[in-house]
């Protein structure tokens, strides 16, 4: 007989799954586990290879300790890139797993619970095994702290423009133009990134006077 269970909620109010969660986070270390856990390795490698906006959910649930709503993204992308972001996180999800690179007890890394009327229903957040959230936790450190190698990035521009039609050629072209055109503004974004945070005027030294 199998361990796992479905459980489906109907007409809860949104706070219902903001209590769930705080009666879960509540147990013990390694009293919910999705299975055969995956290494780092395997969380950085699908880290690396979904999308900005699936990678932004991913940080949003573990900055979250497992849960990220569906709400605080929509604020900054909206209701289609959520979509495209767990359409990412799923195609690139079965392709580890069919390689072996990935365990098959754990076919999701993000459950969606939904609150409000029957019928068409708008992710209310996402759910990350508590099992997980160290596991990617470690991996988007190590994926943040990165190699600083800067053909992955022409690779990966590439990529996409090449997604977007273009040939191969062209792809490189407009991938290095980019880079050019924008190493300033990619350089500052990733000190702004990487750096200390501002710790605001509150906290600031007195100045004498």
């Known amino acids: 007989m199998s361990d796992a269970y479905t459980l489906n909620i109907s007409g809860a109010p949104p706070d219902f799954f903001d209590k769930m969660h705080e009666l879960l986070a509540q147990l013990p270390d390694g009293a919910l586990t999705p299975g055969d856990t995956p290494t780092v390795e395997a969380a950085f490698t699908l880290f690396d290879r979904v999308t900005l906006d699936a990678k932004h959910?991913?940080?949003?649930?573990?900055?979250?300790?497992?849960?990220?709503?569906?709400?605080?993204?929509?604020?900054?992308?909206?209701?289609?890139?959520?979509?495209?972001?767990?359409t990412?996180?799923?195609?690139?999800?079965?392709?580890l797993t069919k390689a072996g690179?990935?365990?098959?007890?754990?076919?999701?890394?993000?459950?969606s619970t939904k609150a409000g009327t029957e019928g068409w229903r708008k992710t209310h957040a996402f759910s990350m095994a508590?099992?997980?959230?160290?596991?990617?936790?470690?991996?988007?450190?190590?994926?943040?702290?990165?190699?600083?190698?800067?053909q992955a990035v022409v690779d990966h521009l590439v990529a996409l423009f090449e997604e977007m039609g273009r040939p191969t050629r062209d792809a490189r072209e407009f991938a290095r133009e980019f880079l050019e055109q924008h190493a300033n503004d990619l350089a500052a974004w990733l000190a702004q990134r990487t750096g200390p945070q501002d710790p605001g005027p509150e906290s600031a030294p007195p100045t004498e006077g």
């Open 88 to 95: 990412s996180l799923t195609r690139h999800l079965q392709s």
């Open 57 to 86: 959910l991913l940080r949003l649930a573990v900055e979250g300790n497992g849960r990220a709503l569906g709400a605080d993204f929509r604020a900054q992308y909206g209701e289609a890139r959520l979509n495209g972001a767990t």
């Open 101 to 111: 690179d990935w365990p098959e007890s754990v076919p999701r890394v993000l459950i």
């Open 130 to 150: 508590p099992a997980l959230v160290p596991v990617f936790r470690v991996a988007i450190r190590r994926f943040d702290k990165g190699a600083g190698d800067p």
